[in-house]
């Protein structure tokens, strides 16, 4: 069967999925789940993802959630082109550059964290962008130095080609823009980014291209 990815345009987690899939040459169908109307509270979308989070992909063999395992699940299942370096040192270096997106800096300024952020600063308009500015520039910080040591030819992260570190970048680096952090003070996540939106498949993923934007 064609997998089936069910999604939200502006969702970084979806995202990188959607980035993924693309490069890959999968061909798939995408189901929108309103993350702003709540559909993903709904009890049709919890019986595909009990969390009520996107993304979520149907696959022969069942539904595939949180995007790190279905990145992982994709490499091993469509391992070319590959979208993790050969050698085992860069291998590690571009999982743990992923991780720090997706561990430490995603979760803490995605859509239900800063609702609630903004619900302990007595409905402060500003404080989910003031908190998530704060946390994603703290992110960057790092993330800067450790591309450093390894970015390669053509302003890509870990070698001369794209990898996961791309895939994660690139929608953290669209919050980043959305809460205006300042981006001159990290040349090289600003340079990778053009680097995989230079990608034909990966800025077929940008969120204004899905049909579910506005």
Same mark, same amino acid.
């Given at each position: 069967?064609?997998?089936?990815?069910?999604?939200?345009?502006?969702?970084?987690?979806?995202?990188?999925?959607?980035?993924?899939?693309?490069?890959?040459?999968?061909?798939y169908d995408y189901e929108p789940v309103?993350?702003?109307?709540?559909?993903?509270?709904?009890?049709?979308?919890?019986?595909?993802?009990?969390?009520?989070?996107?993304?979520?992909?149907?696959?022969?063999?069942?539904?595939?959630?949180?995007?790190?395992?279905?990145?992982?699940?994709?490499?091993?299942?469509?391992?070319?082109?590959?979208?993790?370096?050969?050698?085992?040192?860069?291998?590690?270096?571009?999982?743990? %550059?992923?991780?720090?997106?997706?561990?430490?800096?995603?979760?803490?300024?995605?859509?239900?964290?800063?609702?609630?952020?903004?619900?302990?600063?007595?409905?402060?308009?500003?404080?989910?962008?003031?908190?998530?500015?704060?946390?994603?520039?703290?992110? %960057?910080?790092?993330?800067?130095?450790?591309?450093?040591?390894?970015?390669?030819?053509?302003? %890509?992260?870990?070698g001369t080609g794209p990898s996961l570190?791309?895939?994660?970048?690139?929608?953290?680096?669209?919050?980043?823009?959305?809460?205006?952090?300042?981006?001159?003070?990290?040349?090289?996540?600003?340079?990778?980014?053009?680097?995989?939106?230079?990608?034909?498949? %990966?800025?077929?993923?940008?969120?204004?291209?899905?049909?579910?934007?506005?």
């Amino acid at each position: 069967m064609k997998p089936v990815l069910y999604g939200y345009f502006r969702s970084g987690t979806t995202y990188r999925v959607r980035a993924a899939l693309n490069y890959k040459g999968v061909d798939y169908d995408y189901e929108p789940v309103d993350l702003a109307g709540g559909a993903q509270s709904g009890e049709a979308y919890k019986r595909l993802n009990p969390q009520g989070l996107v993304p979520a992909l149907k696959v022969d063999g069942g539904v595939l959630t949180q995007s790190p395992a279905i990145l992982e699940w994709m490499e091993e299942t469509w391992p070319e082109p590959a979208l993790l370096p050969h050698e085992p040192i860069l291998r590690a270096r571009t999982r743990a %550059f992923c991780a720090a997106i997706g561990c430490d800096i995603h979760p803490i300024q995605n859509l239900r964290i800063l609702k609630a952020v903004k619900a302990m600063k007595d409905s402060d308009p500003d404080a989910g962008t003031e908190w998530a500015r704060h946390w994603i520039t703290v992110g %960057f910080e790092a993330l800067e130095q450790m591309a450093e040591p390894d970015a390669g030819a053509g302003g %890509f992260l870990f070698g001369t080609g794209p990898s996961l570190a791309e895939v994660y970048l690139m929608p953290q680096m669209f919050n980043a823009e959305r809460f205006g952090v300042d981006l001159e003070r990290f040349p090289k996540l600003v340079a990778a980014n053009a680097a995989a939106q230079s990608v034909p498949e %990966f800025a077929a993923a940008h969120p204004s291209r899905q049909p579910d934007a506005r």
